[in-house]
């Protein structure tokens, strides 16, 4: 069984934008899975990489910390917010995903 996006990002034998080339495989010959368990994300983590691609790092490090993606979010989104060190749109991104979930 091949490798997915995610085992291959959690071991860092491949980069983040890599996900790119995933995503190409999986429309070339889907053999009847899911693009989110392709990828091996769950369907929450999925949601949240289309709502903003560049999710990618935190859903990797919520694995990696075996916590889940909307405390990690939540976490870091009120860290951006105390120092005002993101884009607005960034910002903007999180909080609308956290409130889909009921976290804000």
Same mark, same amino acid.
């Given at each position: 069984?091949?490798?997915? +996006?995610?085992?291959?990002? $959690?071991?860092?034998?491949?980069? +983040?934008?890599?996900?790119?080339? +995933? ?41 990696? $910390? ?6 990690? $979010? ?31």
């Amino acid at each position: 069984m091949a490798m997915t +996006f995610l085992k291959l990002a $959690l071991t860092g034998k491949i980069m +983040f934008d890599e996900i790119d080339d +995933f995503v190409d495989r999986w429309h070339e010959q889907p053999g009847g899975k899911s693009l989110h368990d392709y990828l091996g994300l769950t369907k929450d983590e999925y949601a949240a990489w289309v709502q903003n691609p560049d999710i990618i790092p935190q859903i990797v490090t919520a694995r990696k $910390l075996n916590r889940p993606l909307e405390d990690l $979010l939540e976490a870091a989104y009120e860290d951006r917010l105390a120092a005002r060190s993101d884009s607005g749109d960034r910002l903007a991104s999180i909080e609308r995903w956290l409130r889909q979930r009921g976290k804000r």
